[in-house]
Structures are given as structure tokens and as C-alpha cells.
């Protein structure tokens, strides 16, 4: 009996490829990585026992636990696949359509008039080693962190900025959020990432950095205020140690 495979078998195999690429990326990121292991490896012994040796009484327990386990897993897993969905749908090839009815270049113009406030900002407070934790807002909302700290609505001035984090202000502890080329808050609290392999040198700024970048797609900048260095942290990935050159770009 021959096994007729063709386009639609390879375009098959190809998605469930992407997909569990992608969901493993998550879980990578996550720190998520050795239960979604035990996961697939429950998901293996299921389908030998149940449907390859097709053992009736082991078979019947497995199934109900599967049963059950998807809901355990949405619930494990409420996080992770809210961020899947968010990456998915806020994928940049859906948007080309979008472009092509507003006006790129000016739109990019407007959109990039606060890098160089920033950049400047941020050189300042890194050579005067003031602790800084800034996230810039790119297609998610923020509005659920912007409300846990104190609201306001400025334009972007690295004068503004330095004396948000000045050490004396009492707005210096927490976040500064922009969004839409404005101020929008600051003293505003992150989720912090439970990273274990992140150095101990790297404090609750960088750790709420990195869980900032986890539950979102912004990007966010933290200047130390022991090193007095620039870090960048965004998809779940922190960037220490960058100069003025790389922040101008990352943010450009």
C-alpha cells in the first residue's frame, strides 16, 4: 500500500514545524522550558500506550488525564499563550496592508522624534550613575502599567527624563512609560522575571526589564546605577553594556 504524499502533507508538516519552533522559543524565554518538556514527554507515552500498543485499561486512565490536562495547561500556560496570540497577531506581515494606506515616512518621522531625548538622557544619567528604567510602548497597550504609577501627558525632554530619575525626585523609583511619542507616566511597577541565570550583579531594574520584555513587545532601557552602564531589554532577551551608537539604532 503506498502512502500518497504531496504539497498539502509538506505545507502540513512545515506549519506544526513553525508552531512548535516558536512555542518552544516561548517557553525558552519563559523559563518554562523543563515542564513544557515533561509536557511533550506525558504527550509521547500517551499516544504509545493508548494508541500504538493500545493497552485498553492504561490507555483509559491516560485519557481521561489528557482530558483534564488541557485546562491544567491553559491554566500553566495562561502567560505563554497570551503572548503567542499577541506575537501572532501583531506579526508585522499582517500590518503591510495597513501601510500601505498611511503615510510611512512620515509617520516613522514623528514616531522616531524621541531618540534622540532619550539617547541624550540616557548618556547623561549612565555618566552620573543615576538608576533609570525607561520603556518605550511599540504596538501593545500599555495602559494597565501606565496606571499603576502617577499619570501625566509630556512631550519627550532629556531634561524632562534626568529629573524624573534624579535620586531626590519622588518619582524616580519605577518606570517611565512612552507611548505615542509622549510621557505618558512614570513611577509605574513592572512584573519582575524570576531568571535565575540572570548575573547577580543585575538588580530589580534589569529584572523588571526583562519581565516588562516577556509580557510585551516594548522595548525597554535601564540605565545602572552601580555600573553606570545602558542595557536594552526586549522578547525576553536583556542587551547589557551597549553604547550610545546601539541605543540610537535599537531605537531608530
Not at 83 to 90: N, Q, T, V, Y
Amino acid at each position: 500500500m503506498w502512502i500518497q504524499f504531496g504539497i498539502k502533507d509538506l505545507i502540513d508538516i512545515f506549519l506544526v514545524a513553525v508552531f512548535l519552533h516558536q512555542i518552544y522559543k516561548l517557553m525558552r524565554s519563559s523559563g518554562t522550558i523543563v515542564l513544557f518538556s515533561g509536557v511533550v514527554a506525558f504527550i509521547a507515552v500517551w499516544i504509545v500506550v493508548s494508541k500504538l500498543l493500545s493497552m485498553r485499561l492504561m490507555g483509559a486512565i491516560l485519557d481521561q488525564l489528557v482530558g483534564v490536562g488541557v485546562l491544567v495547561l491553559v491554566i500553566l500556560f495562561q502567560d505563554e499563550i497570551r503572548r503567542f496570540l499577541f506575537a501572532l497577531g501583531s506579526h508585522r506581515g499582517w500590518k503591510i496592508f495597513s501601510r500601505m494606506f498611511r503615510g510611512r515616512h512620515a509617520m516613522a518621522a514623528k514616531e522616531g522624534s524621541y531618540v534622540a531625548p532619550v539617547v541624550l538622557a540616557c548618556m547623561n544619567m549612565a555618566r552620573k550613575k543615576t538608576g533609570a528604567l525607561i520603556v518605550i510602548r511599540r504596538e501593545m497597550d500599555l495602559s494597565v502599567y501606565e496606571h499603576t504609577g502617577e499619570m501625566f501627558d509630556a512631550d519627550v525632554n532629556a531634561r524632562l527624563i534626568e529629573n524624573i530619575f534624579f535620586k531626590n525626585s519622588p518619582l524616580h523609583d519605577g518606570a517611565l512609560i512612552i507611548s505615542d511619542n509622549r510621557i505618558k507616566a512614570a513611577a509605574c511597577i513592572l512584573p519582575v522575571a524570576q531568571n535565575a541565570s540572570l548575573p547577580k550583579d543585575f538588580g530589580l531594574r534589569h529584572r523588571s526589564a526583562l519581565g516588562m520584555s516577556l509580557e510585551t513587545d516594548a522595548l525597554i532601557i535601564v540605565v545602572s546605577e552601580e555600573r553606570g552602564k545602558i542595557s536594552v531589554a526586549r522578547n525576553g532577551k536583556l542587551e547589557a553594556n551597549i553604547t550610545a551608537e546601539e541605543l540610537q539604532q535599537k531605537l531608530a
